[in-house]
């Protein structure tokens, strides 16, 4: 039986860290603050704001909800970047996409500060996972993949892994994020002849490839460690991943479910963004 990757310990020792670093703060005159801005009222934003909230609270971030209509203008969304961008008491700005049809979202994105930019939506951000250098932040699910292996231990330094997947938001940052700690990392993708040859020949798997069930046994070997970073519709009416957790999980060492994987992570990497963006400020 493989070991189960689970969230939600990864999230409760971070939850617990940040507890520390958000009272040192506060000793300090500084109250760390997410801005959440939202424009419409899609299902899936409201579950992931109810969930940041609720991050926010245990860890002793404020939380300033800033909610436009879904046909508001592209002036009116600037404004609201603009007004975040001035606030000096708010230190993270999490933005919800896609945005509707009608709005600029590379426009909008771009109007955010990077020092302000803690779920990557900006290409400073994403010069600074590239590069090492910035004031932006990884996104913060790619990140929530490193937490994952960090807590459970397994060090991708010297390690074969392979990325399915090259989005700029999961693919091609975690690809670079798993360089930076030494990890030799092949990037699998729809045009990839052989994929599951390549997979089987890796240590660690991160699948992200946005089409559930697309990984299955044949990708796997007995040694490897997998990680799910799919959400997708189940037929049952719930969420699955992109792996065929069932097939998968008798063959591998270790894998992350999904739900309860990585996606339990991602609140408290947001958290831990808004915290180091508050203790940047502070100097």
């Known amino acids: 039986m493989a070991e189960i990757l689970k969230g939600a310990p990864v999230a409760a020792a971070i939850t617990e860290e940040l507890i520390r670093r958000a009272d040192a703060l506060k000793a300090k005159g500084v109250e760390p603050c997410l801005a959440i801005l939202r424009v419409g009222e899609r299902a899936d934003d409201l579950a992931y704001e109810r969930g ?17 209509p879904a046909d508001c203008t ?27 049809k009608h709005l600029n979202e590379q426009a909008a994105c771009e109007a955010l500060l990077p020092c302000k930019d803690v779920d ?22 790619a990140q929530s993949c490193i937490e994952l292996l960090d807590h459970y231990g397994y060090d991708p330094a010297g390690k074969r ?20 700690r030494n990890a030799t990392v092949t990037m699998c993708h729809t045009k990839t002849k052989d994929m599951p040859q390549i997979c089987r020949e890796a240590e660690i798997l991160v699948v992200a490839a946005g089409k559930a069930g697309v990984v299955d046994e044949t990708f796997t070997n007995p040694g490897q460690v997998v990680i799910d970073v799919g959400i997708n519709a189940a037929p049952d009416g719930g969420i699955c991943g992109d792996v065929q957790f069932a097939a998968v ?17 991602t609140t408290a990497v947001l958290c831990k963004h808004v915290i180091e963006a508050a203790e940047r400020a502070l100097g």
């Open 74 to 100: 592209q002036d009116a969304l600037l404004d609201a970047i603009a007004r975040i961008n001035a606030d000096d008491s708010i230190h993270g700005c999490l933005m919800f996409r896609p945005l509707p």
């Open 161 to 180: 892994v392979v990325v399915i997947g090259r989005s700029l938001v999961i693919g091609k940052p975690v690809s670079m994020m798993l360089q930076t």
């Open 52 to 68: 940041a909230l609720k991050r926010c609270e245990k860890v002793g971030v404020r939380a300033v909800s800033i909610v436009l």
């Open 249 to 265: 999980e008798p063959r591998v060492k270790a894998i992350s479910p999904v739900p309860s994987g990585v996606g339990s992570v």
């Open 120 to 141: 990557s939506m900006t290409a400073a951000s994403l010069r600074t996972v590239f590069t090492g250098r910035g004031e932006g932040f990884a996104p913060c699910t």
